[in-house]
């Protein structure tokens, strides 16, 4: 089954608090290839200009000038094995195996890699790491032996591949992104196949593939779709924003509260509650081509971006619900499960997930509205500061308002009052009126 789901907006982005680093803060460079955090705590940053260590308040740039031993200049891909070790995947030196006594170990051509330019890290259930190259793929065994697996090269047609992403699913299977048009490939059971189980997308151009805790598939296929795959059911979702404009999703993750982040190369998105949130450089991210997405220990979100540095989601201990509006009042309905808000622009009502109409809101539209709450028996009262003056919204849907015409001295009223006896009491800007009798709809008197 085939399902086609959109949705837009920022509000899941308004619960966070950002936090970024770019080269006036200490990064050597603005472009950010990757994020990792290691068994200490410590996040690593991949960038052209070295490997970063930061530790919250400074950042280290670790390379052959800040010591010999690390006999590399960039890090493009890293990854942190089942042992702790530290794996630096640099843009044109090799892999490099930086343990946890600090020993630095190097793998380069000269020890049987395809190439020297590292474009991405795995590690499969017998602990060997994979390395995805500009041209081929080579395994780096537990021992530090380097071999070629065998099999691939009868699928390429050009004896070459360039690798985009590596993934070992959890029944241990290798999966070889490599963007081109049918050429994902999987290993299992020594043995190389091309992967055809996509039958929402004809001729799928595969980016990245990552798995959920359900044990679900996730694809990010040209040019701007994620697809889920769970047993024979595919679900596709357009990830292509505002503007599908160069959008290519390059990353998917899956954080501890079972959102679903994915980067592209026009902002950040995010599947929360079947609906899709953006963020981009128009609400204030850093920049719009998001490379790597990465949660911490706290459950921080880390971006790496091409161009602006690094960015840091941190969970505010507020819920910020923004709607570019003054709030006046706000009212708990218990009767009909609902928050009512007072604002200059007229009447909005929240039911824990979103803004709703009503025929409240849609009278009110346009309305400044000074004051609103709830009587026992459940009816709303809204003190406009125009010419609707109170308006009383029955539990059955009723509209009844009073006014100048009604004997009211002011249109412009502030607040009501439900006094206990059962008379109303209404503030204007000309004195105070009492409806007498309210429940009954009764007089205005005038004080």
Partial sequence: MVQFCFAEGIQ???NFVPSSWNSEDGLPGNSVTDIVQDTKGYIYIGTYEGLV?????????INKSYDKKYNFVSARSLFIDSRGNLWNGSNDEGVFCIGKDDSVRKFSTLDGLPNNSIRDLCEDREGNIWVGTSSGIALISPEGKVFIPEGLEDLIEDNNILVKNLFCDSAGRIWICTALQNRLYVYSGRRFSVYDGITSI?????????????????????????????????????????????????????????NVWFSTD????????????????????????????????????????DRGGIEKLSQSQFRIIKNNETINAVVEDTFRKVIWLASDKGVRCYDQKK?????????????????????DAGDVLVS???QLGVIKYTRDGKIISWTEKDGLTGNRTRCT?????????????NGLNIVKGFSKDGEIITI
Wanted: charged content about 20%; proline content about 2%.
């Fill in 53 to 61: 260590r930061f530790d919250g308040i400074e950042f280290t740039v």
């Fill in 202 to 258: 004809k001729n799928p151009s595969v980016n990245y593939v990552t798995q959920d805790s359900s044990g679900a598939f996730w694809f990010g296929v040209s040019p701007y779709y994620l697809l889920k795959k769970n047993g024979e059911e595919e679900t596709l979702f357009d990830a292509g924003g505002i503007s599908q404009k160069g959008t290519l999703v390059n990353c998917i993750f899956h954080d501890s509260a079972g």
């Fill in 266 to 305: 026009t902002g950040l998105g995010v599947l929360s509650g079947g609906e899709i949130s953006y963020f981009s450089e128009k609400q204030g991210l850093v920049d719009d081509k998001v490379v790597k997405i990465m949660e911490d220990r706290e459950s921080n979100i880390w971006i790496g971006t």
């Fill in 384 to 386: 406009t500061y125009a």
């Fill in 12 to 14: 899941f982005f308004n």
């Fill in 355 to 375: 803004f709703i109409e009503n025929p409240l809101t849609e009278y009110c539209e346009n309305i400044r509205v000074r004051d609103i709450n709830i009587t």
């Fill in 417 to 429: 009052l439900l006094h206990s006896g059962g008379d109303l009491y209404i503030a204007t800007t």
